[in-house]
C-alpha cells in the first residue's frame, strides 16, 4: 500500500512517465532458447510528460523511436525500466490487464495505407471499437461515429466507402478519427504526416491541434521532420542509438541546444531564404549498430568535437539548466 501510495504521490502531475525504459531484440539463441546476442533498441530513456501536452521525440531513422512508443503502449514487453500511465504502474501488466486500460491510449500508425482494413468500410472500422468498448449504447453508435468523422474532417456519405476510395490524407484522417473514437487520454502519433504531401501535412497537423484542444488529449509525437515537431510540440526529447540525448522545452531546446548531435541535426533544417548561407554541421560516418553500440558515448564516432574521455567513460544524464537535461561530457567544460 505505501508503495502504491508513493507511486501516485510521485506522478499526481503526470499522465506519463517513463524511467530507464529498456527493450532489445534477441539475435542469437542456443538450443535450450538462452540468449547469446541481442539488438538494444531503447536502452535507459526516461521522462515526463504532464496531461494536455505534446512532446515531440525526434532523431533518425532506425534511433528507435517507434519501439519506445510501442513498448510504451505496452505493445512490446519491455526488458527493463518503469512505465507509470496515469497514476498506475503499467509495466508488468500482462495482456489481458491492459484490455482496459487499452481506451485511454492509443497510436496513429505512420502508413495510412496499411494501417487500415482493406475489407472494412469506414463505418465499420470506426464503429467497432465503439461497440468493443462500450463508450456509447448500441442504438447510437452511428450517430456517435458520424458526429466524430464531422470532427475529423470527415463528409458523413464517407461512412459506408472503403479505404481504399481515399487519397492518403483522408485515410489518416480515418486513422485519427480511429484513434480518438474511444475517447483516449493519450495519443502516440508515429510519424502521422510523414507519408503525406506537404499540403496534406499541414492540414492535418492543424487538425491534430484543434483535437488536442478539444478533447484535452496528450500526444506523444514521434517524427524526424523537426520543423513539424517545433509547430506542434510542448516539449522535444533528441534521441540517438535508443538512448534520449536531450530533453526540454521547445524554446529552450531550438534557441540553445546542448548536445552536438542535437546541433547538426539543427543545422539540416532548410531555410527559406537562398541568399542566407547555413552553417551545416556534417555528420561523417555511418550510424554504429545498436547489436554493438560503442564504448562511452554512443555518439563519440561520429562527434566533430569528441575527446578521448568521449570512448571511454558514459556521459552521464542530467539537468544542466531547469527543465533542460542532456548527456555528453562537452558541456561540462
Do not use: W
Request: glycine residues 6%; charged residues 25%.
Amino acid at each position: 500500500m505505501a508503495k502504491e501510495n508513493e507511486i501516485n504521490k510521485s506522478t499526481s502531475e503526470y499522465i506519463l512517465e517513463v524511467e530507464n525504459l529498456r527493450k532489445c531484440f534477441p539475435l542469437k539463441k542456443t538450443i535450450t532458447g538462452k540468449v547469446t546476442s541481442e539488438l538494444v533498441a531503447v536502452d535507459g530513456v526516461s521522462f515526463k510528460l504532464k496531461a494536455g501536452e505534446t512532446l515531440g521525440i525526434v532523431g533518425e531513422s532506425g534511433c528507435g523511436k517507434t519501439t519506445m512508443g510501442r513498448t510504451i503502449l505496452k505493445l512490446h514487453q519491455p526488458n527493463g525500466g518503469r512505465i507509470v500511465f496515469d497514476g498506475k504502474d503499467i509495466t508488468d501488466l500482462k495482456p489481458s490487464q491492459m484490455r482496459e486500460l487499452r481506451r485511454q491510449m492509443q497510436i496513429i500508425f505512420q502508413d495510412p495505407y496499411s494501417s487500415l482494413p482493406p475489407r472494412s468500410t469506414v463505418g465499420g472500422i470506426l464503429s467497432e471499437p465503439v461497440s468493443v468498448h462500450k463508450i456509447v449504447p448500441k442504438e447510437q453508435i452511428k450517430d456517435y461515429v458520424l458526429e466524430l468523422m464531422d470532427k475529423c474532417g470527415l463528409r458523413d456519405y464517407y461512412y459506408e466507402r472503403y479505404p481504399h476510395e481515399f487519397s492518403g490524407g483522408q485515410r489518416q484522417r480515418i486513422c485519427i478519427a480511429r484513434a480518438l473514437s474511444v475517447n483516449p487520454k493519450l495519443v502516440v502519433c508515429d510519424e502521422p504526416v510523414s507519408a503525406l504531401d506537404v499540403s496534406i501535412q499541414a492540414q492535418i497537423i492543424n487538425l491534430l491541434k484543434k483535437l488536442q484542444q478539444d478533447m484535452n488529449l496528450t500526444y506523444l509525437f514521434i517524427s524526424h521532420d523537426l520543423s513539424v515537431v517545433k509547430f506542434i510540440s510542448d516539449k522535444i526529447g533528441v534521441m540517438y542509438l535508443g538512448q534520449i540525448v536531450e530533453y526540454g522545452d521547445k524554446k529552450d531546446i531550438f534557441s540553445k541546444p546542448l548536445h552536438p548531435y542535437t546541433k547538426a541535426l539543427f543545422s539540416a533544417i532548410p531555410y527559406p531564404d537562398p541568399a542566407v548561407k547555413m552553417n551545416r554541421i556534417v555528420l561523417k560516418g555511418d550510424i554504429p549498430s545498436p547489436a554493438n553500440p560503442p564504448k562511452g558515448c554512443r555518439f563519440h564516432t561520429r562527434c566533430p568535437y569528441a575527446k578521448p574521455i568521449c570512448s571511454e567513460v558514459t556521459p552521464e544524464y542530467k539537468e544542466h539548466e531547469k527543465g533542460h537535461f542532456a548527456a555528453c561530457h562537452l558541456i561540462e567544460e
